[in-house]
């Protein structure tokens, strides 16, 4: 089973503002970012609801953080989190952002190690249980 550390973090949700081009937006294309999640940022952008503020948590974040979270958007998210690459996704590459995200909920940096396949034998009371998704 190939693990995503990402389930188990959505620190960046909860950290960076979620801004994007507007049309991104299912207002402007059938399978884009609900528009009701979102709000105006500028005449060219839109931001995720909730990534606004001093403390920013995207409304689209199911979860908590550090154990066990879910994108409820996650098939239609926005190009700035599908462009978001955690550290060590691709086994080599480590990212100041995600870094420093995860620190912030006072997570450690990810390491080439948390994307290694879980064996088999791996002990089933060690995965935390996902949420369940939240109907957009």
Not at 13 to 37: I, M, Q, T
Not at 42 to 59: D, E, N, Q, W, Y
């Amino acid at each position: 089973m190939d693990p995503n550390p990402c389930l188990t973090c959505g620190a960046c949700c909860a950290f960076f503002r979620a801004s994007f081009y507007w049309a991104e937006g299912n207002d402007a294309k059938p399978d884009g970012v609900p528009v009701e999640l979102t709000e105006k940022l500028t005449p060219f952008l839109r931001v995720m609801k909730g990534t606004k503020s001093a403390t920013p948590r995207c409304i689209a974040l199911h979860g908590n953080i550090g154990e066990a979270v879910l994108c409820t958007i996650h098939t239609v998210r926005s190009s700035v989190c599908r462009d978001f690459a955690p550290s060590y996704e691709d086994g080599v590459t480590p990212n100041e952002r995600c870094d420093k995200a995860r620190a912030r909920w006072g997570l450690p940096a990810l390491t080439p190690e948390d994307w290694k396949p879980i064996t088999p034998d791996a002990d089933p009371e060690d995965t935390p249980p996902m949420p369940e998704p939240i109907p957009a």
